[in-house]
């Protein structure tokens, strides 16, 4: 029996170069996986970061001030109390201190002259925090219920571009401040 070569398959050995069929699924899968796996972390990791800053600016504009009437007007967008006597104007935060309800100004039938503290002032009204019944006198002393501390009373100033009233939250001052346009 005589054998040709001819007809024989002859087997190669497979290349360094060409990659096998089962080692491109096993890449294809690991690359799939990877990705299914970064896909699924992504919410978390992009919680970590706000896409939105929440808190007001410190410092905002209120208006001119010939369009506030004597005595208090209650800026609600700001929560906060601006009171006018003549040219003279002070802003008082409408925040209790207690739990941070918002106070209501309840205004005497007439301006009272009051001493708190060894400082004299011309009260047009009392705070009353209707949360839980603490009361503040007209500068934002507290005088009664369970608030810790007096009303803030912020930095007034007036905008030399535009002649509007500036407050700034950021900026606590005495009591006795007052800034005169």
């Not at 005589?2 to 170069?17: F, L, M, Q, R």
């Not at 209120?62 to 967008?77: H, R, V, W």
């Not at 205004?107 to 009353?128: N, Q």
């Not at 571009?161 to 939250?169: A, F, M, N």
Request: proline share 8%.
């Amino acid at each position: 029996m005589a054998t040709t070569h001819e007809n024989v398959p002859i087997k190669t050995a497979p290349s360094a170069e060409a990659p096998s069929r089962r080692s491109f699924l096993a890449r294809l899968a690991g690359i799939l996986a990877a990705t299914g796996a970064a896909l699924a972390a992504w919410p978390m990791f992009r919680s970590l970061v706000p896409n939105v800053l929440y808190e007001p600016p410190k410092r905002f504009r209120i208006g001119l001030p010939d369009n506030y009437q004597e005595g208090a007007t209650f800026l609600e967008k700001h929560r906060l109390f601006l009171f006018r006597s003549g040219a003279s104007f002070h802003a008082i935060s409408g925040i209790c201190t207690h739990l941070g309800c918002t106070v209501k100004f309840a205004p005497f039938g007439s301006p009272r002259e009051e001493t708190v503290r060894g400082y004299t002032f011309r009260a047009l009204g009392e705070f009353h925090c209707p949360c839980h019944g603490s009361k503040f006198r007209g500068e934002g002393t507290n005088f009664a219920g369970p608030a810790p501390r007096p009303l803030t009373s912020f930095l007034l100033e007036l905008s030399p571009e535009t002649g509007e009233l500036v407050v700034d939250v950021a900026a606590e001052v005495s009591r006795d401040f007052r800034l005169v346009v």
